[in-house]
């Protein structure tokens, strides 16, 4: 998380304990919802393209992508009112950075 620019002001100490409450949220029966909700509300709105491509690095980051994870982020990617324009090309730029030159360049 460090390297990345939208965590910049993130107290990395309290990444233990938001992870424990965020898991605690989501074994609730509406959990999702209820974490979506606080991502919502916690950073603004002209962010929410941010939150999807941080989204989308985190699924990204095994290189495989399960149904799971396409069904999560089309269902964040409503809640965050994303076009499918501004959708594609954050899931485009995050395929590019996923790639590297060939050995032989």
Do not use: W
């Not at 989501?26 to 919802?33: P, T």
């Amino acid at each position: 998380m460090r390297h990345l620019p939208a965590f910049t002001d993130y107290e990395e100490n309290r990444l233990i304990d938001d992870a424990r409450t965020c898991a605690e949220i989501l074994d609730n029966d509406d959990g999702l919802s209820a974490v979506l909700g606080l991502i919502t509300e916690a950073i603004p709105k002209d962010h929410n393209d941010l939150a999807y491509a941080v989204a989308c690095d985190i699924a990204a980051a095994d290189d495989q992508l399960s149904q799971e994870e396409l069904r999560l982020l089309e269902i964040i990617r409503h809640r965050f009112s994303l076009d499918r324009l501004t959708a594609a090309a954050i899931e485009r730029g995050v395929a590019a950075r996923r790639k590297s030159f060939p050995s032989e360049v």
